[in-house]
């Protein structure tokens, strides 16, 4: 079992950044992948980016060359460090792992993107 709480969302106008951290409850060096998910109202949850155990990353292509993910072993957290903001990127972001057979998901964070 593991459980992962979001933090870092909030309002901010397009072009400007934050920094979403995603704190498990146990020690994700046993966890190969960890990823950052999005649902925008009336869509579909969508992968935003993952990093493997071994640090490879892989991002979906609206997010690529804006944002950057990072997880820190040690402190048992993933960021995912979002910049230049568009009103697009607006939704919940979630955070997910996948420990042997089992999926996880945090509660989500909402980030608003004002134009």
């Known amino acids: 079992q593991v459980r992962l709480e979001e933090s870092g969302g909030g309002l901010v106008q397009a072009g400007g950044s934050l920094r979403l951290s995603c704190a498990a409850s146990?020690?994700?060096?046993?966890?190969?992948?960890m990823s950052w998910y999005r649902q925008a109202p009336g869509k579909e949850r969508v992968l935003v980016a993952d990093?493997?155990?071994?640090?490879?990353?892989n991002y979906a292509d609206p997010v690529k060359g804006r944002f950057t993910i990072s997880r820190d072993n040690a402190k048992n957290t993933v960021y995912l460090q979002m910049n230049s903001l568009k009103p697009e990127d607006t939704a919940v972001y979630y955070c997910?792992?996948?420990?042997?057979?089992?999926?996880?998901w945090g509660q989500g964070t909402q980030v608003t993107v004002s134009s």
């Open positions: 997910h792992a996948v420990l042997g057979q089992f999926h996880f």
């Open positions: 146990r020690t994700i060096f046993s966890i190969n992948v």
């Open positions: 990093i493997s155990g071994a640090g490879t990353t």
